[in-house]
């Protein structure tokens, strides 16, 4: 068995390439929901629907969100009529979140997502981190944000000060697939905002102690590749880059990916972590 | 100042006359909501969205509900993946319920139908006859029926037995606008499902009773012309014909418009109005 702890943006890509080689009924994605919340009256886990349209190949990946070839009427004529949507979401999109709320009031997130899983042919294992709201809120230079309004109403600008977020518990499943694997691997998602969240639940970095763990880094040089990782690092005094990202893993890392353009990160890592794979990371990011 | 009261089904086409020929300035239409709910997380206001549509001459007019050349790509993909909707939400046509369901949260129905009406660029004054949920219910010979799960899941066939719902107040301007209407015009609509809820609101049979009242009868000898409404006049007792129509609204009814199919009715209905007009209502309707 093998665990993917994924956020959103960076690991999707590699799960592309994963699921290619692992057998999906030996492998479990533990996703990220600090971010899921209600807009145009649907509920959005926008990390858990970028990781079933990845494993059910229908992932748009020009943007990493959404739905391939999806069309965007209604998204479209809200904005018309004056009700634009923060969220672009196209009208396949849709009907996954309309479903996912409706199943997620009958059954909880857990659930629906396994109904939805298996509706779209997917054979591995999707855990939401946790069935709770994480409450999560951005604290800028210009006040507190939440986390969309600072992602797309904002792009991401404003300097960022600090994240809180409510302490959840883990969703049934996340501590036994963590237990039952003998491998985890972190995804290059947001180190901050997509990993910590899954790390924060109780028992998470207990139960990583005891496997063989395995973190992709998400930095080269000293650059995120996708989303707003590197200034959410520096915001909470991490060095940006993958030496950084060790350290924010270290009690339970064995092995670090890194980019060949990273090569001489190698012996600084070595004191952190026992293995350093350097690679071409930069294709999968 | 002319007020109309409308349903769904019948009165639209009735409409799509009378804006070319009222000043839709002096135009107030007052529509019923009794079967106004939730679906698919958002509102439905079947009638009133109908009515919008026509005004704004969008509506399909093939099936006289929804926008014309809509598009169902949502609601395609909810059945295909387990989620089928009882109603059949176009793209365009889901734009409009998500915005009224936002803006209904945040105003009330009577204000959503504003705000939407000006958007649409609606001249006339649209008016949900109230801002209340009336838990309408129809009693059948296999139970009791949700509103729309009679009419569509069940295509109307169970026999009615009796129709119950709520008692609900008028929405504000509902008094205002028939009394200070030199006519109000009751649509060719369900006179049961959709005219007995308006007539029974506090305070608008008394108001008819100081107006000049013009019904366009729905029934045409003993067949409603659209939807279940002879099954509910029988039901409830009532003729099925434009005679227990009149006797429906003897108590405000001036004059009544007839087909000329039903020319024979003439004499029986001068007992109970004033007027009997008689046209070819059936291309109305």
């Not at 959005?44 to 229908?58: K, N, P, Q, W």
């Not at 064995?254 to 600084?268: A, H």
């Not at 070595?270 to 930069?282: A, D, E, P, S, Y």
Request: hydrophobic share 40%; charged share 25%.
């Amino acid at each position: 068995m093998i665990t993917v702890l994924s956020g959103g943006t960076g690991t999707p890509k590699l799960l592309q390439g994963i699921k290619e080689i692992v057998d999906p009924e030996e492998l479990t994605i533990i996703v990220n929901t600090l971010e899921n919340d209600y807009f145009s009256g649907v509920y959005v886990s926008a990390d858990i629907d970028t990781v079933l349209y990845t494993m059910a190949d229908m992932i748009n990946e020009e943007v990493w969100y959404g739905v391939k070839d999806d069309t965007f009427i209604t998204h479209e004529r809200l904005e018309e009529i004056g009700c634009a949507e923060l969220l672009r979401i196209g009208d396949i999109d849709r009907a996954t979140k309309i479903q996912k709320t409706q199943l997620i009031e009958k059954y909880g997130l857990k659930k629906a997502c396994e109904i939805q899983s298996d509706k779209m042919g997917i054979k591995a294992d999707i855990i939401p981190m946790s069935e709770e709201n994480s409450d999560i809120k951005i604290v800028t230079d210009i006040g507190e944000l939440e986390f969309h309004d600072f992602l797309i109403k904002h792009r991401s600008e404003p300097v960022v000060e600090d994240l809180k977020f409510s302490k959840v518990n883990p969703a049934e499943g996340v501590i036994e697939a963590i237990n039952n694997s003998c491998a985890v691997i972190i995804g290059p998602s947001n180190p901050i905002t997509s990993i910590s969240p899954i790390l924060s639940l109780e028992g998470v970095r207990e139960a990583l102690k005891n496997t063989h763990v395995i973190a992709v880094s998400p930095i080269i040089g000293s650059d995120a590749v996708s989303g707003p990782a590197s200034k959410f690092m520096k915001a909470l005094g991490i060095e940006v880059s993958s030496v950084g990202v060790a350290d924010l893993y270290k009690d339970f890392l064995d092995t670090i990916v890194i980019d060949d353009k990273d090569s001489q990160l190698k012996s600084q890592l070595n004191q952190i972590v026992n293995k350093v794979i350097i690679t071409n990371t930069h294709k999968l990011l």
